[in-house]
């Protein structure tokens, strides 16, 4: 079964570069048809999923966040990380990492990991 675990700073000061990393244990990112999503939770508000990338190493990523977002990944760790730049109070949420076996198919989550934007 896959589990996946967030880690990265909680909190991080305006206009910085946010810099989170899943580690993935009990399946490899590089499986084929595997997806690996990036979904934050902002206080009182719903689910906005931010990208993926997938086992190809391809990514993609929510139209209205693509500007500031990068996702990548290392093979050897069996990690990805998201990289959201220019961050404001806005961006202050519960993110989470995600698997899948399709762009938009979420089967197993991270338990969230909370970043506050503020200075």
């Known amino acids: 079964q896959v589990q996946l675990q967030e880690s990265g700073p909680g909190l991080v000061k305006p206009s910085q570069t946010l810099s989170l990393t899943c580690t993935v244990s009990?399946?490899?990112?590089?499986?084929?048809?595997?997806?690996w999503s990036w979904i934050r939770q902002p206080p009182g508000k719903g689910l906005e999923w931010i990208g993926y990338?997938?086992?190809?190493?391809?990514?993609y990523y929510s139209p209205s966040l693509k500007s500031r977002t990068s996702i990548s990944r290392n093979t050897s760790k069996n990690q990805f990380t998201l990289q959201l730049s220019s961050v404001t109070p806005e961006d202050t949420a519960v993110y989470y990492c995600?698997?899948?076996?399709?762009?938009?198919?979420?089967?197993?989550w991270g338990q969230g990991t909370q970043v506050t934007v503020s200075s």
């Open positions: 995600v698997f899948g076996t399709g762009p938009q198919l979420f089967h197993s």
């Open positions: 009990g399946g490899s990112i590089t499986t084929n048809y595997y997806y």
């Open positions: 990338i997938n086992y190809s190493g391809s990514s």
